[in-house]
């Protein structure tokens, strides 16, 4: 092949074993707003049956005292993540697909809530991951045919979630973070590459569906890929990619009921409105004479906003306004030790 040309494809021996570290760090601010009207009320007695009254309407009591508690305030969630990625090769067919175990040993763990260490005593990635193999189906070219055990293991995310000891908003939050997490680190554990040769500064595109935490809304990730040329790292001769990360929301709308309780049902749902936006980076050293992956590091940040009217009886009382904001670092490497 020409001097600047490459093939990039996986070169595993059946019986191989292969060990990356991951590091994953993910921050999330999520804040909750009230209209003023309601944000301001004073609690009343949930026994109460009178009406109160002003200038934009009618509210029962009863719906003021609903209201769920931690509004108007913000949740900032912090996580890092270190673990040895451990594959397997287990079969490699004559038409090249491959059969890979994949198990994980968590190395250190920490998650803040506000700024505060939170013990997650059976519910933590650590504990979610320990024993759980995964088995993946790829082609040379990093392409996932199918993956046995992930829709179990996100399933367990739920379920050990719903036994913490914490009310349901913070059960909610916790679970839909650990998914995500688990997502990442599954979908970013196999890189993609084209089928075709590449040569220095030919670009290629892939997608991934993912659905963002918390405010739980679908979004289809562009990657767009450059391959840069070779570089030596770590005595390896490596092809050195970077790419760009761009994502686009789906139309649906969220499921508010987690994040503002009843008052979910009083939103105009044809009134509400989502924005939001993801970026990010992407640089990945690949061995292309051994077909490993030396590292591969994701950067990204994005924010979502959900903006609604709310209504008390047929008047409008002020909107709701939710705004989530991401920033993730993955960094993945071979581990030598």
């Given at each position: 092949?020409p001097k600047n040309t490459v093939k990039l494809e996986y070169?595993?021996?059946q019986g191989e074993v292969l060990k990356h570290k991951l590091?994953?760090?993910?921050?999330?601010?999520?804040?909750?707003?009230?209209?003023?009207?309601?944000?301001?009320?004073?609690?009343?007695?949930?026994?109460?049956?009178?009406?109160?009254?002003?200038?934009?309407?009618?509210?029962?009591?009863?719906?003021?005292?609903?209201?769920?508690?931690?509004?108007?305030?913000?949740?900032?969630?912090?996580?890092?993540?270190?673990?040895?990625?451990?594959?397997?090769?287990?079969?490699?067919?004559?038409?090249?697909?491959?059969?890979?175990?994949?198990?994980?040993?968590?190395?250190?763990?920490?998650?803040?809530?506000?700024?505060?260490?939170?013990?997650?005593?059976?519910?933590?990635?650590?504990?979610?991951?320990?024993?759980?193999?995964?088995?993946?189906?790829?082609?040379?070219?990093?392409?996932?045919?199918?993956?046995?055990?992930?829709?179990?293991?996100?399933?367990?995310?739920?379920?050990?979630?719903?036994?913490?000891?914490?009310?349901?908003?913070?059960?909610?939050?916790?679970?839909?973070?650990?998914?995500?997490?688990?997502?990442?680190?599954?979908?970013?554990?196999?890189?993609?590459?084209?089928?075709?040769?590449?040569?220095?500064?030919?670009?290629?595109?892939?997608?991934?569906?993912?659905?963002?935490?918390?405010?739980?809304?679908?979004?289809?990730?562009?990657?767009?890929?450059?391959?840069?040329?070779?570089?030596?790292?770590?005595?390896?001769?490596?092809?050195?990619?970077?790419?760009?990360?761009?994502?686009?929301?789906?139309?649906?709308?969220?499921?508010?009921?987690?994040?503002?309780?009843?008052?979910?049902?009083?939103?105009?749902?044809?009134?509400?409105?989502?924005?939001?936006?993801?970026?990010?980076?992407?640089?990945?050293?690949?061995?292309?004479?051994?077909g490993q992956l030396i590292k591969n590091q994701i950067l990204?940040?994005?924010?979502?906003?959900?903006?609604?009217?709310?209504?008390?009886?047929?008047?409008?009382?002020?909107?709701?306004?939710?705004?989530?904001?991401?920033?993730?670092?993955?960094?993945?490497?071979?581990?030598?030790?």
């Amino acid at each position: 092949m020409p001097k600047n040309t490459v093939k990039l494809e996986y070169k595993y021996n059946q019986g191989e074993v292969l060990k990356h570290k991951l590091t994953l760090i993910n921050d999330f601010i999520l804040d909750v707003n009230l209209p003023a009207t309601l944000s301001n009320t004073p609690p009343i007695p949930s026994t109460e049956t009178t009406a109160i009254s002003s200038s934009e309407g009618t509210a029962s009591t009863q719906e003021a005292a609903s209201l769920p508690a931690g509004l108007n305030k913000k949740y900032e969630i912090n996580t890092r993540l270190e673990l040895l990625c451990i594959k397997s090769i287990k079969n490699i067919t004559p038409d090249g697909l491959i059969t890979i175990e994949e198990r994980f040993e968590p190395l250190s763990e920490e998650i803040l809530i506000n700024k505060e260490s939170t013990l997650l005593e059976g519910c933590s990635i650590s504990d979610i991951l320990r024993n759980k193999i995964l088995t993946l189906r790829i082609t040379t070219s990093g392409s996932v045919l199918n993956t046995d055990g992930l829709d179990e293991l996100l399933k367990d995310v739920y379920k050990r979630a719903d036994l913490l000891g914490m009310e349901a908003v913070s059960r909610s939050r916790i679970g839909d973070v650990l998914r995500y997490e688990i997502e990442q680190i599954i979908q970013q554990s196999i890189s993609m590459f084209p089928e075709e040769k590449l040569t220095k500064g030919d670009t290629w595109k892939r997608e991934a569906i993912g659905s963002l935490p918390i405010i739980s809304i679908k979004s289809t990730v562009t990657h767009t890929d450059m391959f840069n040329g070779f570089e030596s790292i770590n005595e390896s001769d490596c092809a050195k990619i970077t790419g760009s990360i761009t994502s686009t929301l789906s139309n649906e709308k969220p499921e508010l009921s987690a994040l503002i309780g009843g008052l979910a049902n009083k939103v105009k749902q044809d009134e509400l409105s989502v924005n939001g936006a993801e970026r990010g980076t992407t640089l990945i050293y690949f061995a292309h004479k051994k077909g490993q992956l030396i590292k591969n590091q994701i950067l990204k940040e994005g924010f979502v906003n959900v903006t609604a009217p709310l209504m008390m009886g047929t008047v409008t009382s002020g909107t709701i306004g939710i705004k989530m904001t991401t920033n993730t670092k993955y960094i993945m490497e071979r581990y030598t030790q």
